[in-house]
């Protein structure tokens, strides 16, 4: 285990790993309060479009990435009511992306003759093992800067978030939070497409902010839960992955976080269950997040 974690490609999948992990802990916290997870599923697809665009052209492929994200994020806020785009409008953006990916992985297979086949298969899975350690640098800034943003807005972002009228009334600027917080996940997902893949990053934006939304109902508790969980699932999913040479990393990474979940979920059920059994008047009075702020 010692000679494993001094290995070059696990230090900088370990350093990419754990900063991409948190940024997707806090930023998908946000994404089940308000129930923006759908948007999180379309910007992996952009994430594989973008990426598959910029090799189509030539150009690096993190460039197509984070140009692809961020555009569509800012598109989704322009079109979605307060900065939060809807289902028929992602639906719709999502077709037409998806389709745009094809095309252009069709065009960079058929018009380079250097062309890597395996192309769309890493940027789908992810190649975490492989990023280099200027990759690695570059990865745990961008992703530093995500939480320290994400962070700076959070109380704001928690207000509107909860009750958009109030906090309008308060004098928050719902909108631009709405474009800033998309913006945060758009790069986001940019981030994570080297770690999880663009098919599988959902997962770890959902699965580790789902859980601790089960553990917690206290807003800022829950933050460190989801972005504690996510580094944690990170680890340990890349251990087992280089233990067990069968098993992709985004697979592992995603199976770990998914197995927390279903642990907690069935915790819950349970508890719910038994406190049920034994309690003939059960209090009724709903518990919100917004009870942390007064």
Not at 100 to 107: A, I, N, Q, S
Not at 168 to 197: D, I, K, M, N, W
Not at 266 to 289: E, Q, V
Request: charge should be positive.
């Amino acid at each position: 285990m010692i000679s494993l974690l001094t290995t070059d490609f696990m230090r900088h999948a370990l350093l990419a790993g754990t900063a991409i992990a948190a940024a997707c802990g806090l930023v998908g916290y946000f994404l089940v309060l308000r129930a923006q997870v759908f948007t999180g599923d379309a910007l992996s697809h952009v994430a594989f479009t973008g990426a598959l665009a910029a090799l189509a052209f030539g150009i690096d492929p993190r460039i197509g990435l984070f140009v692809g994200t961020v555009a569509v994020a800012l598109l989704l806020g322009a079109l979605g009511r307060r900065g939060r785009a809807d289902d028929v409008v992602i639906g719709n953006i999502f077709a037409w992306v998806l389709g745009l990916g094809v095309f252009f992985l069709t065009v960079y297979t058929t018009s380079r003759s250097t062309a890597n086949g395996t192309a769309g298969v890493t940027i789908l899975f992810g190649s975490i093992f492989g990023i280099s350690a200027g990759q690695a640098v570059t990865a745990a800034w961008i992703a530093a800067a995500i939480c320290v943003i994400l962070l700076f807005i959070a109380r704001p972002l928690l207000f509107s978030s909860i009750d958009e009228a109030v906090a309008a009334a308060h004098g928050v600027p719902v909108r631009l939070l709405g474009y800033v917080f998309l913006v945060l996940v758009g790069a986001c997902s940019a981030e994570a497409t080297q770690a999880a893949g663009a098919l599988l990053l959902l997962g770890l934006l959902a699965a580790p902010a789902g859980t601790a939304h089960r553990l917690t109902t206290r807003p800022y508790l829950g933050l460190a839960l989801a972005a504690g969980l996510a580094v944690v699932e990170m680890w340990v999913g890349l251990v087992l992955s280089a233990l067990f040479s069968r098993i992709p990393p985004s697979f592992a990474i995603l199976a770990v976080a998914a197995g927390v979940y279903a642990l907690v979920l069935i915790a819950d059920t349970l508890r719910k269950s038994t406190n049920g059994a034994t309690k003939p008047a059960p209090d009724h009075t709903p518990t919100h997040p917004e009870r942390a702020l007064i």
